[in-house]
């Protein structure tokens, strides 16, 4: 089993805590630092959007973090036990449109190769975020 | 995250360093609303020793360009990495925020 899993609150003062994690499963994964950073971002756009929009701002809400870590491949399941967030409700603004804010989610989409939103069983989202590694690319 | 203030001729400079995300980008914002609200220009936030910003310190950046060009001044960003450059590349902001080499020339005329 190649996999971490860990349960961090639906506070802002974790994020850090999670970018951690994300860059040594990277690191593992083999990502250059470049890839790894552009993951980073990825991860932290998701995380934001469940504090935001399954808990509405709540700190003391339940996250999960699955985090593969097979070899060229970065996978992250982000689990939450708000309500089903519709992604169209977060969908980003046109970016010649400037104003603050609606950037997550295009760049969630800019940098990974599969962002995913699908209801879990706990009433909430499970949001999957893939990367492959640029080698890795269409042999998978 | 912390945000250093320091004036050179008209100029309001703050030296960010650190982490700037949804948890540290309202000190941030706080910090540039003080120079707004006394109409500085230009503002320049030097971004050379940032490790790591995402969307909610681009909206803060956003916020404070559009303040800025409500008085007539002007909002200068220095110093950027090229993993924070790539990321105002990702959102096209490259074009829209005036962005420059060292802190000496953002703070010129």
């Given at each position: 089993m190649n996999e971490v899993r860990c349960t961090v609150p639906s506070d802002t003062a974790y994020l850090p805590m999670v970018r951690a994690m994300v860059t040594e499963g990277?690191?593992?994964a083999g990502f250059d630092p470049?890839?790894?950073h552009g993951i980073l971002l990825a991860?932290?756009?998701a995380v934001t959007n469940v504090i935001r929009h399954a808990y509405g701002g709540e700190p003391d809400q339940r996250i999960d973090l699955l985090l593969g870590t097979r070899p060229e491949h970065f996978r992250l399941d982000i689990v939450d036990y708000g309500h089903f967030v519709d992604p169209s409700k977060i969908a980003?603004?046109?970016?010649d449109d400037l104003r603050p804010g609606?950037?997550?989610?295009h760049l969630m989409k800019s940098i990974m190769d599969r962002v995913e939103?699908?209801?879990n069983a706990h009433g909430?989202?499970?949001l999957t975020l893939e990367k492959h590694a640029p080698a890795a690319k269409g042999s998978s | 995250m912390k945000v250093t203030q320091e004036t050179q001729g008209t100029a309001a400079i703050f030296i960010v360093e650190g982490q700037v995300d949804l948890h540290t980008s309202p000190e941030l914002r706080s910090q540039l609303r003080t120079a707004l609200n006394s109409r500085s220009s230009p503002l320049v936030v030097d971004l050379n020793a940032v490790s790591f910003i995402d969307s909610s310190g681009l909206a803060t950046l956003?916020?404070?360009l559009k303040s800025v060009g409500s008085y007539g001044g002007k909002l200068r960003l220095c110093g950027l990495n090229p993993d924070v450059r790539k990321l105002f590349e990702l959102a096209r902001l490259n074009e829209v925020f005036d962005l420059r080499t060292s802190r000496a020339e953002a703070c010129g005329p």
């Open positions: 990277a690191r593992l470049e890839t790894t991860v932290t756009e980003s603004r046109p970016l609606g950037l997550g989610v939103y699908r209801p909430g989202t499970t | 956003i916020e404070a």
